[in-house]
């Protein structure tokens, strides 16, 4: 059990990571990203391609990262910048397109089976009284702490931050005001593709492999994960992340595998659909702060 | 004609219906990201009635358009309080949720897939697709789709007319679904052989592609785009590898270009004019 809550609790964190890179262009722009999910799977490509490659684990993570938001600026000039004033379903198709790319461009470049990377690198184990956490769970969790934190200092102390929770209440009163809302916004994507491509090279660690179809499998789950703690609420994610993560690895171990998207697709329709504004929403979906 | 042409056609003319049940929702502003689920249904029913209940072909399609447009409402009235992005959401949730339970259901094969339909001619699914385009480009000619159009430009607007935009918006759900269930059903008889995987979200990706390459202000649209994503990477062979990457950007093109698809009203028209003179 104790066991169990520890690999959801990774499992969960790289949610997180993933559902915070969704929301925030979702919760300051109100537009959905899909091209996240594929620019996870590309940072992980490309991280596990640096560690194969023989460089140094704690150079893949920054090398991922990287990638990931070179390619999430460039989903914004292209696919989002022309599009902000058509309806939101038009950039929603756009990112879409990218994401088809992507996901073409990785099975070209890399090939349909896993890329795997040498486990005996990371299979220290450690006793955790009844249970034992592997090496590279306890770096998943870390590095997830390290950039949860990183990405809170950001959003509140620093002019950026300000920038953000301006642009995220009004466009064009944040405008009004000196804000150079386009840098922002930019600034926005760049943030997204960083915490997508270092959770793509987590779980790529964790499973000591990496697909192109990672992106349409955990990617888009985080999707659920974003909308249970709250579209509009970008923190209630650090309670939903590890929450879907323990969910679906106990539904995965008492219900089996094939059960996993059900629960957690069903979760997220029921909140869709009954609590609208997510688990840690205030009493009405578009009061309070967002960011 | 060679099986290979009869094959691509048949292929043609069940991505017709499928990328038609998107088309139809899409006209009252919603989209869908599960549409794949509803074929999903389509399919399963329609095969298990008629290998498994022996029951002929024309009538289990019925069935199962039946069945698919029911579950259509029924995921429509929830879908009611939902827009935009979060309608997108939730039905790509649902399509998953849909794959996932088909995986599950051993009586349908789970994982291993279903088998053991007879084959259809070609001529008989473009018979249900042609039939089923000209059918919705009749309703398009009626006053329903002004209703309809209406709903889509502005709900509000559109109720204090006197419109009933929840029946509009739930009947469009509910027929788009059945549609889709059509084309299940004819994929499963084309195709011999269906698995959970024929319906992933990549599935009901591409019926939203056809759609919007091929244009999603006139029905017809659907039919151009079911043959350029069906037809276009056969003439492209030395492409085959790139026909996703080369479809994605095509979309992103179109999106910024040319919004409303290759085929418009203008275009239609152009066509009637060269054809009376």
């Given amino acids: ?291 | 004609v060679s099986t290979y042409v009869a094959g691509l056609l048949a292929e043609i003319g069940i991505s017709l219906l499928g990328g038609l049940s998107v088309y139809i929702v899409l006209s009252t502003g919603q989209l869908s990201l599960g549409n794949a689920a509803f074929m999903a249904v389509g399919a399963y029913l329609c095969a298990v009635l008629t290998v498994v209940a022996k029951l002929p072909l024309t009538l289990a399609l019925l069935i199962a358009a039946a069945a698919s447009g029911i579950i259509g409402v029924a995921v429509a009235f929830p879908a009611l309080r939902l827009r935009g992005i979060y309608l997108a959401m939730a039905t790509l949730g649902f399509g998953e949720m849909t794959r996932s339970f088909f995986l599950n259901f051993e009586l349908t094969g789970g994982a291993n897939g279903f088998h053991g339909m007879r084959p259809v001619s070609t001529l008989y699914i473009w018979s249900w697709a042609a039939g089923i385009l000209l059918l919705v480009v009749l309703i398009e000619r009626s006053r329903l789709w002004l209703e309809l159009r209406a709903v889509n430009d502005d709900e509000t607007a559109a109720g204090l007319v006197g419109l009933n935009a929840t029946r509009i918006k739930v009947g469009a759900f509910g027929f788009s679904a059945a549609v889709a269930g059509i084309g299940g059903g004819l994929l499963a008889h084309h195709r011999l052989y269906i698995e959970p995987a024929d319906f992933s979200f990549e599935k009901s990706v591409e019926l939203v592609l056809m759609v919007i390459l091929g244009g999603s202000t006139v029905a017809p649209g659907a039919l151009v785009g079911a043959g350029l994503v069906t037809a276009l990477p056969e003439f492209l062979r030395f492409l085959v590898e790139w026909r996703f990457a080369g479809f994605g950007a095509l979309l992103i093109l179109v999106l910024l270009f040319r919004r409303q698809g290759i085929l418009d009203r203008s275009v239609l028209r152009l066509f009637a004019r060269r054809k009376s003179s």
């Fill in chain 1, 1 to 291: 059990m104790l066991q169990q809550i520890i690999n959801g609790l990774t499992l969960g964190a790289v949610y997180t990571l993933v559902a915070l890179s969704f929301s925030m262009v979702m919760g300051i722009l109100g537009v959905l990203n899909l091209a996240i999910a594929d620019l996870f799977m590309i940072g992980g490509f490309l991280g596990l391609s640096a560690v194969i490659a023989g460089q140094p684990v704690w150079l893949a993570i920054p090398l991922g990262m990287v990638g990931a938001a070179v390619l999430a600026v460039i989903v914004e000039r292209v696919a989002y910048r022309p599009l902000r004033d058509a309806p939101v379903i038009m950039p929603l198709l756009s990112t879409i397109g990218f994401s088809i790319i992507l996901q073409n461009v990785a099975l070209n470049v890399w090939g349909s089976d896993p890329l795997q990377v040498p486990n005996e690198l990371f299979d220290r184990r450690f006793a955790l009284g009844p249970a034992s956490i592997g090496a590279v769970q306890i770096a998943v969790l870390a590095v997830s702490v390290v950039l949860v934190a990183g990405l809170a200092f950001v959003v509140q102390k620093t002019w950026l931050g300000w920038g953000l929770r301006a642009v995220a209440e009004n466009w064009n009163v944040a405008r009004l005001l000196g804000v150079p809302a386009t840098v922002v916004v930019s600034a926005a994507f760049v943030l997204s593709g960083l915490l997508a491509g270092a959770a793509g090279v987590l779980i790529g660690l964790h499973y000591s492999a990496i697909t192109p179809f990672v992106g349409a499998d955990i990617g888009l789950k985080a999707i659920a994960v974003m909308v249970v703690g709250g579209v509009n609420r970008i923190w209630g994610v650090l309670l939903a992340g590890p929450l879907m993560g323990v969910v679906e690895v106990m539904t995965i171990v008492y219900g089996g595998s094939a059960l996993r998207e059900m629960v957690v697709y069903g979760l997220m329709i029921l909140v869709l659909l009954v609590r609208p504004q997510g688990l840690l929403g205030g009493s009405a979906p578009s009061e309070g702060q967002r960011v």
